[in-house]
Nanobody, 123 residues
Framework: QVQLVESGGGLVQPGGSLRLSCEVSGVTLDDYAIGWFRQAPGKEREGVLCISRNHISTYYSDSVKGRFTNFRDNAKKTVYLQMNDLKPEDTAVYYC????????????????WGQGTQVTVSS
């Protein structure tokens, strides 16, 4: 059974940083790309970032370029989302998801999802 569990969310002031973790079990993490998504209150879910098996990142959101990065530790079966210079508009529930492929592509190819972790950016 595939499971993805996010952690690391919380309340942070504008300009602050957070690192989210996504622990994956039930599959060999090495074989899949992992994406990060977010959903703010009253808005549709949007893609943020994806990292391929070969550690190549693809940005789905221009608003996070230069502030967010992602990386993976396949030995620990964990993918990370490093978020710097956070803004109030980054407030959302953040989800990680497994792609059906080892590379990042269309956002519709993510097939397994975590439960999400809340990130709130506020002073």
């Amino acid at each position: 059974q595939v499971q993805l569990v996010e952690s690391g969310g919380g309340l942070v002031q504008p300009g602050g940083s957070l690192r989210l973790s996504c622990e994956v079990s039930g599959v060999t993490l090495d074989d899949y790309a992992i994406g990060w998504f977010r959903q703010a209150p009253g808005k549709e879910r949007e893609g943020v970032l994806c990292i391929s098996r070969n550690h190549i990142s693809t940005y789905y959101s221009d608003s996070v370029k230069g502030r967010f990065t992602n990386f993976r530790d396949n030995a620990k079966k964990t993918v990370y989302l490093q978020m710097n210079d956070l803004k109030p508009e980054d407030t959302a529930v953040y989800y990680c998801a497994r792609n059906r492929h080892y590379y990042c592509n269309d956002q519709t190819d993510f097939i397994s999802w975590g439960q999400g972790t809340q990130v709130t950016v506020s002073s």
